[in-house]
C-alpha cells in the first residue's frame, strides 16, 4: 500500500467512524482485498473501491446533514 493509499484509507475511516456514531452506517472495515473497504449499509456488507467508499460516506453524511 502507498502513502496515497494509507491516506485515503485513514479518511475513510474517520468518516465511517463518523457514520457509524450518526447510526448512518452498522458496521465498517477493512475489505477482502487492499483496494477495497467494508461498509454495512441498511443491513448490507458493500465491498466498495476505496475511491468510492469515500464518495459513499462523504454523501452519506451530506445527505444526514441537510435532513
Do not use: C, W
Amino acid at each position: 500500500m502507498n502513502s496515497t493509499e494509507a491516506g485515503i484509507r485513514h479518511e475513510i475511516r474517520q468518516l465511517a467512524e463518523e457514520a457509524f456514531h450518526r447510526r448512518l452506517i452498522s458496521g465498517h472495515g477493512d475489505g477482502p482485498d487492499l483496494e477495497e473497504y467494508q461498509i454495512v449499509y441498511q443491513g448490507k456488507p458493500r465491498h466498495l473501491p476505496l475511491e468510492q467508499a469515500r464518495l459513499f460516506l462523504t454523501n452519506l453524511l451530506h445527505r444526514s446533514q441537510i435532513h
